[in-house]
């Protein structure tokens, strides 16, 4: 099982800043998904920047939420040392 998502920080630029339970951070582009059904709404970056952890993904208050293995598996690894 894939880890899962413990802290998220926004960007300016539609990205999610992840911390997950295994310590790595990683940087996840929302960009490609603003255009499809629900994820439309994310378009709004004051709605975008409401993100929040929700049982281990991220979520937002219109229940839009992104699956903690794509976020983990699709997502950039940054250093952060």
Known sequence: MNPR?????STN????MLE??????CLYDCRPLL???VFKEL???QYFKQVDVSAGTVSWPHE???CP???????IKVDKH
Not at 5 to 9: D, E, G, I, P
Not at 20 to 25: I, L, S
Not at 69 to 75: E, F, G, H, K, P
């Open 64 to 66: 839009q939420d992104i």
């Open 43 to 45: 378009q709004d970056i």
């Open 20 to 25: 997950f339970t295994n310590g790595e951070h």
């Open 13 to 16: 630029n539609y990205q999610l």
């Open 69 to 75: 293995d794509t976020l983990y598996l699709d997502a």
């Open 35 to 37: 255009d499809f059904g």
């Open 5 to 9: 998502v413990k802290a998220v920080n």
